[in-house]
């Protein structure tokens, strides 16, 4: 080991101190023996000879003893000395994995969400708990939602890969757990509630046609339905529900801002109380802000070289897309709405409120609306459809719609998007063939529906775990 190594890891080097001693001491030797031949007589060499001989034996043993001791940690000294490299303290993570290995376990996991029902009594969580960590399940989150009868208890679990849902539900079953709904759950379920309950009411403020999202990935998997106090072509309307609302069991009521009513329904799986209650907040939330459209807007320049400006529209929109329909030809309308071109402008207050989906206007440099593209939210599918003025129609404005619409859908987590146009309008079947998404058509009687996939269906499935 060289002086700098034996330093660094805190041995003091004093090699010249030694040698002083090792000199002085055999100088001090010579000096004793030819002391003790002139006072005894004795010969000299030959005890000098012997005196050298009990020197390097004791030296020999010395330097046997420090060898064999000299790695001992000194008793004395409490500094932290650094590892060598490439180590670290404690067991590592090969070691761990190692022991892994050995076991035949695996370091994969997966993230679930499950919920079930338990007893309102001491110990009736603890058995949970105990029944989980059994099968090597962590608990990550856990909400409760108080009943009159019982809790509904809502886990964050992160499960051994290997271990299937219903593996989960009948340790859960086996603990005193009743009604139990479990789905696979992802990186983005790791918030705690009330920062996502936060982050959907700041998106809700931000723009009146987040509602029905928020209030979606705050409920899981539903189907919400939006009816306006007056529908379009007239007609009675739907039932008022009282300011309040109404819950019954796996569907809730709740009045929407402009008078209408707002359906959400979960099949299987009943509302609690506290699920209820958030809901309400957020179309209060609403009501209370008003209508909101983000006014952000994007100038393009079409390939003959006119500018247009794609923007989000509004009902403040409503008098500019009434003049451009009086623009359309009855051919275009009629491709459109499918159904009387006398009722086209009935269905624009609808399809301009923020509150059934989005809509993108195309506006020339004077401020002309040419061309509208809606994405509706229609229950748990979505819709989109495009009307562009004849004069402008094959320039490249409803791809230019249908891209941003499709892009509006992927960020708002939808699965598909689906149009419903006539068997013979080329120019919709070409947009939707531009996007590159797999396509399904279905043909009926002339109308021709399109549906574009934006995600593998089934990702996030949720099924209804029976008690075994």
């Keep these: 080991m060289s002086d700098v190594t034996r330093a660094k890891h805190g041995r003091p080097v004093h090699h010249g101190r030694r040698t002083v001693i090792g000199l002085a001491a055999l100088f001090t030797a010579v000096a004793a023996v030819e002391t003790v031949a002139h006072l005894t007589g004795a010969d000299g060499p030959a005890l000098l000879v012997i005196s050298v001989a009990a020197l390097a034996a004791t030296a020999g043993l010395h330097t046997w003893w420090t060898r064999r001791h000299g790695h ?187 008078g209408g009513v707002i359906t959400v329904e979960r099949p299987y799986l009943p509302f609690t109380p506290t699920e209820f209650a958030r809901a309400r907040a957020l179309v209060e939330l609403d009501a209370r802000l008003g209508p909101r459209v983000p006014r952000g807007q994007d100038v393009l320049t079409l390939p003959e070289g006119n500018d247009i400006t794609v923007r989000r529209a509004d009902t403040g929109d409503l008098e500019a897309a009434r003049a451009m329909h009086d623009r359309c030809s009855p051919r275009t309308l009629g491709m459109r709405y499918h159904g009387p071109v006398g009722d086209a402008d009935r269905y624009l207050n609808h399809l301009l409120s923020p509150r059934f989906g989005r809509t993108l206007a195309v506006q020339t440099a004077s401020g002309r609306i040419v061309g509208l593209g809606h994405l509706l939210w229609d229950g748990d599918e979505t819709e989109v459809a495009l009307l562009v003025e004849d004069a402008w129609q094959r320039r490249g404005i409803g791809a230019e719609l249908l891209e941003r619409l499709v892009g509006l859908a992927v960020e708002a987590g939808c699965e598909s998007v689906y149009a419903v146009t006539q068997s013979s309008n080329t120019g919709m079947v070409a947009a939707m063939r531009g996007l590159e998404l797999p396509l399904d058509y279905q043909i009926e009687e002339g109308t021709l529906v399109i549906t574009a996939r934006l995600a593998p269906q089934g990702a996030r499935g949720a099924t209804r775990a029976e008690a075994p």
């Design 72 to 258: 001992a940690p000194p008793t004395s000294d409490t500094g932290a000395r650094p590892l060598p490299e490439g180590e670290q303290a404690g067991p590592s993570d090969r070691s761990a994995q190692a022991a892994d290995t050995e076991a035949g376990e695996t370091t994969e996991t997966t993230l679930w969400r499950m919920r079930t029902t338990v007893q309102d009594q001491p110990g009736s969580l603890a058995a949970l708990c105990t029944a989980l960590a059994g099968q090597r399940v962590d608990i990550l989150s856990l909400q409760t939602h108080p009943l009159a009868t019982g809790t509904v208890d809502e886990f964050l679990l992160r499960a051994p890969g290997t271990l299937e849902g219903s593996e989960i539900t009948r340790a859960v079953a086996g603990a005193g757990g009743a009604d139990t709904w479990i789905e696979r759950a992802d990186a983005h379920d790791l918030v705690d509630a009330p920062t996502r309950v936060l982050g959907l009411a700041t998106r809700t403020a931000l723009d009146a046609a987040e509602l029905p999202l928020a209030l979606r990935q705050l409920l899981g998997r539903c189907t919400i339905q939006s009816r306006p106090a007056v529908p379009v072509g007239g007609g009675r309307g739907p039932e008022g529900v009282p300011v309040e609302g109404v819950l019954e069991d796996t569907v809730m009521r709740l009045r929407a801002p402009e």
